[in-house]
Structure formats: C-alpha cells, structure tokens
C-alpha cells in the first residue's frame, strides 16, 4: 500500500483531490439513479398493473440477483480490475433501465421481460457498487487521505443520495411520469463511467497483482480465488464479528421500516406523512454525522465511536414509538439516531480497507457485504408475523432489547480491541493472507 503522507489536519501535502472526489462523483450519481429508480420502478408496475403482488414482485427480482451475484463477482473484481467491471456494469444497467421505457413505447413490454430486466439491474448492479467501493482506499492512497476520512466522505456521499435521490424521483415522477424516472436511472448510470474517464488516472482501479500462493502459485481458478477469499474472512474474527452483527442489525433495521413504522404511524394517526419527514429528519442528521466523521473520526478512538454510534441509532428509535412519545421527542431521537449512525461506515470503512489485502479486497467485501445484507428480505416477513402475533408495542420493545444486546453487549468480546490496536501499531493495509498466518478460533453464539 502506498504511504499516506498527511499534514496534522489530515490533509494532503500537495496530493490531488481529484482521485477521490471523481470517485465519489462518480458513486453520487450512480445511487442517485437508483434511488429515483427506486420510486419510478414500483410506481410504474402499479400504475400500470394495478397489483401490489407484481410490485413486490418485481421488487424482489431486483434485490435477490443483487445479493447474489455481488456474493460471487469478488474473484471477478480482483481479476479484471475494479475500474472495468465498475464502467461495464453501470453501461450494462444503463442498457437495461433504458430498455423497460423504450419497449413499453412499442408495446412490447410483457411483465416477463420486465422482471427479466429488472433481474439485469440488480445483477449488474451489484458488482458496480463493490467495485466502486474497492477503490476508495487506492483513491484514499492518491489524494493523500486517511482511511477514516476517505471512508466518511464515501459514506456521505451514500446518505446524501438516500436523501435526495427519493426527493427527486418522486419529483419526476410527479411531474413527467415514471417513465422519465427510468430512464434518470439510465443516464446516471451512463454518466457515471463518463465521470470516472474523465477524472480518474489512467493507472487506477487496476487488477490486484498477483501474489505468490505459499505453493508457489501465482495463478489461481475462480473458486480458488472464491476459496481464498473465504478462507481469510473465516480467519479473521473482527470482521466475522462484525459481519453477523451488522447482518442482525439490518434484518432489525428492515423490520422497523418495512413494518414497524408504518403500522405505528397508522396506529397513532400521524398517516403516512410522518415517515416521510422522520426518514428526512434521520437523513439531513446521517449526512451531517458522516461529514463531522469524515472531518474528525481519524482522531478518535474507533470502538468508542463505532458503540457510541450504535447506541444512538439502534434502540431509541423502537422504544420511542413503544413508549408513545411525542412527535417532537420522536423527531429528536430520529435526528440523534442519525447523527450517530453517520459514524458507523467510516469506522467500518477504515477497518475493512486496513485489514484486507488489496488483492483479496473484491472477494472477501463481496461475501461480507452479502452476509450483512442476508437478512433483509427477512425482516419485514418476521416483524409481520410477529406483529399479527403479539402486537405492535410488544414487538418495538423486543426489537430495541435485541438491537441493544446485539450492539453493545456483543462489544465486550476480545477481538473489539483489535479496531484501535491496528491503527495504534501503524499497520498498513497490505497484510498478509490467511494462509500466511496462524488461524484464529472460530466464532461462538
């Protein structure tokens, strides 16, 4: 890995911003374009269709083949190089999101084709985000940036689109129609590799270099690579750790949005209006807590940061409904909560970049990333039942105890420490494989 070299403020020493910030253009517009597509997409089969079922249904063709394939493209991002599998795929994107308006002008848009495409969406997707997340640290590296700072700055720029993305395809939707907002989505994917050609250098988000397996192998198969990838995950009980915990959190996460607040709001008599405005309440505070990390997480003591933020994001918000607080004490926790998730990403950002090899960094993001998304379209299946079962209240409070047991108490476990041990010792990135070291117990309950 490349030495940093950084003023006391974390700013580079005459390095060019221009790597990082071409990136980070380039991520903006791509999830911008698809959080528009987002709201066109659904809002188009139902207009079209009148089925809330084909809505979902089309929903999940989209999410299932993204977790999918982004679980088994790792190996592919190593091999072929970052940069190349980012600007194919959002090309291919583009041509899929292009096409749904372009056949439904010619009636020939069958809800068969659509699903297919859509597939293709979130088929390709997936390898162009891990790809463009592979290469923040080499930008991080070029512009002479922290870790931390750089992770924080991709993590603002993700929230910010989350923010203004839904604002604008509900916008366009409403003023043009949905198909305007597909085909937003298309040219956002189109502009993004335009984006990364013209800000990126020529050498960058290249094909890790090969390094010697200790057979002495320098080239290895795909499931090989997938192996080796795997193997390093399994050997590294911090990022397991944080993995099955990120992957609990999210089903929670889920559950409350999907089910939980929409059930409360409609119970309260608030209507669907208050969870527009707590999701942009929590949004404007996620965006501003990730520019304060971006600008000083380098300085702090990362597992106090990544528990504190934890604890300001999880539980709160389940018991506030719970407890039937009022809306501007609800407001308050959303906005708190927000602030503190803004946190969360960089440190785990910094932490991922610092302990993977570069050569392993698409394989083993690409599984960790899949793991932690497994239990999303679990979520919302478990909080219905449940909430058919118990009740609503019931169910807020053992959702905000989970959240808490799962974020904190887990926190006392030993492999916590390694987040500040490795940035206190100075490790670099480049470490070695899992075949090169010791293996580490497995992970309990």
């Given at each position: 890995?490349?030495e940093?070299?950084?003023?006391?403020?974390?700013?580079?020493?005459?390095?060019?911003?221009?790597?990082?910030?071409g990136?980070?253009?380039?991520?903006a517009?791509?999830?911008?374009?698809?959080?528009?597509?987002?709201?066109?997409?659904?809002?188009?089969v139902?207009?079209?269709?009148?089925?809330?079922?084909q809505?979902?249904?089309?929903?999940?063709?989209?999410?299932?083949p993204?977790?999918l394939?982004k679980?088994?493209?790792?190996?592919?991002?190593?091999r072929?190089?970052?940069r190349?599998?980012?600007?194919?795929?959002?090309?291919?994107?583009?041509t899929?999101?292009?096409?749904?308006p372009?056949?439904?002008?010619?009636?020939?848009?069958?809800l068969p084709?659509?699903l297919?495409?859509?597939a293709?969406?979130g088929?390709a997707?997936?390898?162009?985000?891990?790809?463009?997340?592979?290469m923040?640290?080499e930008?991080?590296?070029?512009?002479?940036m922290?870790?931390e700072?750089a992770?924080?700055?991709?993590?603002?720029?993700?929230?910010l689109?989350?923010?203004?993305?839904?604002?604008?395809?509900?916008?366009v939707?409403?003023?043009f129609?949905?198909?305007?907002?597909?085909?937003?989505?298309?040219?956002?994917?189109?502009?993004?590799?335009?984006?990364?050609?013209?800000?990126?250098?020529?050498g960058?988000?290249q094909?890790?270099?090969?390094?010697?397996s200790?057979?002495?192998?320098?080239?290895?198969?795909?499931?090989?690579?997938?192996?080796?990838?795997?193997a390093?995950?399994?050997?590294?009980?911090?990022?397991?750790?944080?993995?099955?915990?990120?992957?609990?959190?999210?089903?929670?996460?889920?559950?409350?949005?999907?089910?939980?607040?929409?059930?409360?709001?409609?119970?309260?008599?608030h209507?669907?209006?208050?969870?527009?405005?707590?999701?942009s309440?929590g949004?404007?505070?996620?965006?501003?807590g990730s520019?304060?990390?971006?600008?000083?997480?380098?300085?702090?003591?990362?597992?106090?940061v990544?528990?504190?933020?934890f604890?300001l994001?999880?539980?709160?918000?389940?018991?506030?409904?719970?407890?039937?607080?009022?809306?501007?004490?609800?407001?308050v926790?959303?906005?708190?909560?927000?602030?503190g998730?803004?946190?969360?990403?960089p440190?785990l950002?910094?932490i991922?970049?610092?302990r993977?090899?570069?050569?392993?960094?698409?394989?083993?993001?690409?599984?960790?990333?899949?793991?932690?998304?497994?239990?999303?379209?679990?979520?919302?299946?478990?909080?219905?039942?449940?909430?058919?079962?118990?009740g609503?209240?019931?169910v807020?409070?053992?959702?905000?105890?989970?959240?808490?047991?799962?974020?904190?108490?887990?926190?006392?476990?030993?492999?916590?420490r390694?987040?500040?041990?490795?940035?206190?010792?100075g490790?670099?990135?480049?470490?070695?494989?899992?075949?090169?070291?010791?293996?580490?117990?497995?992970?309990?309950?």
């Amino acid at each position: 890995m490349t030495e940093v070299v950084t003023t006391d403020d974390g700013i580079s020493g005459g390095r060019s911003l221009r790597p990082l910030s071409g990136l980070l253009a380039a991520m903006a517009v791509s999830l911008t374009g698809t959080r528009v597509s987002a709201i066109a997409l659904p809002w188009f089969v139902l207009a079209t269709t009148g089925s809330p079922t084909q809505t979902g249904l089309v929903a999940f063709c989209e999410m299932t083949p993204y977790v999918l394939v982004k679980a088994f493209t790792g190996p592919l991002v190593d091999r072929a190089g970052p940069r190349v599998i980012s600007w194919s795929t959002d090309l291919a994107s583009a041509t899929a999101a292009g096409a749904v308006p372009l056949l439904h002008a010619l009636d020939l848009l069958s809800l068969p084709l659509l699903l297919t495409l859509v597939a293709l969406i979130g088929a390709a997707r997936g390898p162009g985000d891990l790809a463009k997340e592979v290469m923040v640290p080499e930008a991080a590296d070029r512009s002479g940036m922290p870790l931390e700072r750089a992770a924080g700055l991709a993590g603002a720029t993700e929230r910010l689109a989350a923010t203004l993305g839904p604002a604008a395809g509900g916008s366009v939707v409403a003023l043009f129609g949905p198909l305007t907002g597909l085909a937003v989505n298309a040219g956002c994917f189109v502009l993004g590799p335009v984006i990364m050609l013209l800000t990126l250098p020529r050498g960058m988000g290249q094909a890790a270099e090969n390094v010697p397996s200790p057979h002495g192998a320098t080239e290895l198969g795909y499931w090989k690579r997938f192996g080796e990838g795997f193997a390093f995950l399994r050997g590294e009980p911090l990022l397991r750790t944080i993995t099955v915990m990120v992957a609990i959190t999210n089903l929670l996460d889920t559950a409350f949005s999907t089910v939980l607040m929409p059930v409360w709001a409609r119970a309260s008599g608030h209507g669907p209006a208050v969870i527009g405005l707590t999701s942009s309440v929590g949004g404007i505070a996620a965006i501003a807590g990730s520019v304060v990390a971006a600008a000083a997480a380098h300085r702090m003591r990362r597992r106090v940061v990544f528990f504190t933020g934890f604890l300001l994001a999880g539980a709160p918000k389940f018991l506030a409904l719970a407890c039937h607080a009022p809306m501007w004490a609800v407001l308050v926790v959303f906005a708190v909560g927000g602030f503190g998730s803004g946190f969360l990403n960089p440190v785990l950002g910094a932490i991922s970049f610092e302990r993977i090899p570069r050569r392993l960094l698409g394989r083993v993001n690409a599984l960790g990333d899949s793991l932690a998304w497994a239990g999303i379209p679990l979520g919302g299946l478990i909080a219905g039942a449940a909430v058919a079962s118990f009740g609503l209240v019931p169910v807020l409070l053992a959702g905000g105890a989970a959240y808490f047991l799962t974020t904190n108490v887990t926190g006392l476990r030993p492999e916590w420490r390694e987040m500040d041990r490795l940035r206190e010792r100075g490790v670099p990135a480049q470490r070695p494989t899992a075949d090169e070291r010791a293996p580490h117990g497995d992970l309990t309950a």
